[in-house]
């Protein structure tokens, strides 16, 4: 568990030092993320949406049983920058695009494509986990804005038709209470995470089980650490930040 462990954090290493790496696989890189993107902005949208009004609608009935419903907006929307739209984000890219890249250097690695790069002196990591590590953190970035602002709106609709709630206390309580930073830290862990899952899709690939259905263990496997790691890390990154920056009180 621990070699494993070790492994996993040399290879994140391997992937920051070679990005700096010329050549740089600039078409890898654009392919990858193109794909990411297709495959990962319909579900995410998808998911926004109701991910956005549960909570939107959950802690709206928890700040009106406080008396505190003047403050709805500024709860829901700080909620779902903060915390659910990055762990949407990192889930979907994750579950998708994480499988997909794991499956596909899993699959190279049983063919040894990956020796055979090696024995030529092709770095391996700079050659296909780069470019494929950096997409997954490009497309993290932009889809958490997406979900933002979905999320944002989904629970807009849903506390003002449905909890009665009155748009100018909505947006009022937020302009109040949300600060600049909280949107820095939604962008920063969709970053982080978008690295996490290609990191983890990436190792597990280059490490599978032998034969086919080692990879679609694999496969399996990337997805679950990922999950694991995911909400330990936004835990960490979550008390850091509270610390740092200190809420804004109305």
Known sequence: ?????????????????????????????????????????????????????????????????????????????????????????????AGAAGAAICADIGARTIREEIDAMEVLG?????????????????????LNGVVSVVGVLGGYFFNVILQDGTPGAYLASFSALAQLPDLWISEIKAILFGFMAGVVACYRGLNPPPGPKGVGDAVNQSVVITFLLLFFINFILTAVYLTVVPPKTG
């Open 122 to 142: 092709v770095s391996a990591v700079q050659r296909l986990v780069v470019p494929r590590v950096l997409a997954c953190m490009l497309v993290a970035m932009l």
């Open 1 to 93: 568990m621990l070699e494993q462990t070790g492994r996993l954090f040399a290879l994140g290493l391997d992937v920051i030092r070679l990005s700096f790496h010329r050549p740089f696989q600039t078409r890898e890189f654009i392919q990858q993320a193109w794909f990411i993107a297709g495959v990962s902005i319909l579900p995410t949208m998808l998911v926004s949406i109701p991910f956005g009004a549960v909570v939107s609608l959950q802690l709206g009935s928890l700040v009106s049983q406080l008396g505190a419903e003047s403050f709805t907006g500024a709860v829901s929307v700080l909620a779902i920058i903060q915390q659910a739209s990055p762990i949407v984000t990192a889930l979907i890219v």
